[in-house]
């Protein structure tokens, strides 16, 4: 997936608001891209799932894999979008379902980066480093979080 192809998803989106996560997220926060991503990771209202759906068909996109209400994943055959649906309170703060409760979105994680010099919203360097905890990480997980630490200073899991 190329810096391109990412954000005609987000000016597609742009009406519904949506916020990148993982490696995109990661290559927002740092204003460059470090890595080849699979795929784009897209945090979203779950009030907004249906209009996010009719935008991204309107594009090519179908769903291929259902695992809601933690993600889904939808595909326009060459490019996979990884969408995971956020309940949000009158606080700012959000959650997202997961398979042993929910994770936690404060308030103030919403932040912007940029991809190819055009802002873009984002979850921040400290909810990137939480959400990428718990798990043995592949690679990619390992990069990114090495990034993180080069930039930012930050601890990261690993």
């Given amino acids: 997936m190329d810096a391109r192809t990412v954000l005609r998803v987000l000016e597609t ?3 519904a608001r949506v916020w990148l996560a993982g490696g995109w997220g990661v290559d ?3 204003g460059r891209q470090t890595r080849e991503h699979r795929d784009l990771d897209l945090l979203h209202r779950r009030e907004q799932e249906p209009a996010v759906l009719a935008a991204l068909a309107e ?7 259902d695992l809601r209400p933690v993600r889904f994943v ?3 055959g ?9 309940v949000f309170a009158a606080d700012g703060s959000a959650v997202q379902a997961a398979p042993d409760g ?3 979105y404060p308030a103030g994680c919403f932040v912007t980066g940029r991809i190819d010099g055009v802002e873009v919203p984002c979850v921040s360097v400290a909810q990137q480093v939480f959400f990428h905890q718990g798990y043995e990480p592949a690679g990619r997980d ?3 979080m090495r ?3 080069e930039e930012f200073g930050v601890d990261t899991h690993f």
């Avoid at 594009?59 to 894999?65: N, P, Q, S, V």
């Avoid at 060459?78 to 956020?86: A, K, M, R, V």
């Fill in 147 to 149: 990034a993180l630490r």
């Fill in 78 to 86: 060459g490019t996979e979008l990884d969408l995971h649906p956020l």
């Fill in 28 to 30: 927002a926060l740092l």
């Fill in 102 to 104: 929910t994770f936690p």
């Fill in 142 to 144: 390992l990069a990114d």
């Fill in 59 to 65: 594009l090519g996109y179908h769903e291929t894999l």
């Fill in 74 to 76: 939808l595909s326009d």
């Fill in 13 to 15: 989106l742009a009406p």
